[in-house]
């Protein structure tokens, strides 16, 4: 259902629209409605946050929060007239799809919050997915069947360019395996920094048909 990005590199942290512009809405409503939106997205500028309003009227409510759900934006605002007449706006995760209704007098500061709070849940989530999926292997059968259970693996390596690539074409199987599953070999993704363990002497590269030490622990994953 399109992209869920992080708040911090969100070009549009918050979207803002207004709703129930109806034919048979009086216009002095209408009017109301569409000057408490830009009222309060001059709020969440004011206060540092990235906001937008959509104001265009040739598109509904729900063809809106269709685009702006694909675009990825982290919070959308939506203002009726019955949320204008109540001082509040119903507040859109898009990391989880849940809604509330926030009060607009303090709005600039519950955006904020909301925003911190997404940061740290997609990141939570995605470090428990990365720890769940990573594995540490020394065997080279056991290399080929983490990396058809779609793991991510941490293996001791030579450092060659050369081995890398037997790796590579080694690692990879037949199409036909499986439908739809990745079938290209294994690449280095990076060195980590933080190494799973401490290299000991005689640990050799995890490729069987390399003699040669290895340097440090690679990570290893397919490409999809």
Known sequence: QGLVLPPRIASVQAVIIPCGLTATLPDEEKTKLLNTCSALEGK???????????????YSPGWKFNHWELKGVPIRLEVGPRDVKAGQAVMVRRDTGEKNSVNQADIEDIIQETLERIHHDMYNKAKKE?????????????????????????????????????????????QDLEAGAPSMGA??????????????????????ECDEPAKYYTLFGRSY
């Open 130 to 174: 990365l720890h769940a999926n990573m594995a540490v292997t020394h065997s080279w059968s056991e290399f080929n069947a983490l990396l058809d259970k779609q793991k991510i693996i941490q293996a001791p390596f030579c450092g060659d360019g050369t081995c890398e690539g037997k790796i590579k074409k080694d690692s990879a199987r037949d």
């Open 187 to 208: 690449k280095s993704l990076c060195i980590p920094f933080d190494q799973p363990m401490e290299l000991t002497a005689d640990t050799k590269c995890v490729y069987p």
């Open 44 to 58: 969440l500028k004011d206060a540092g946050i990235r906001a937008k309003g959509d104001y265009r009227d040739n």
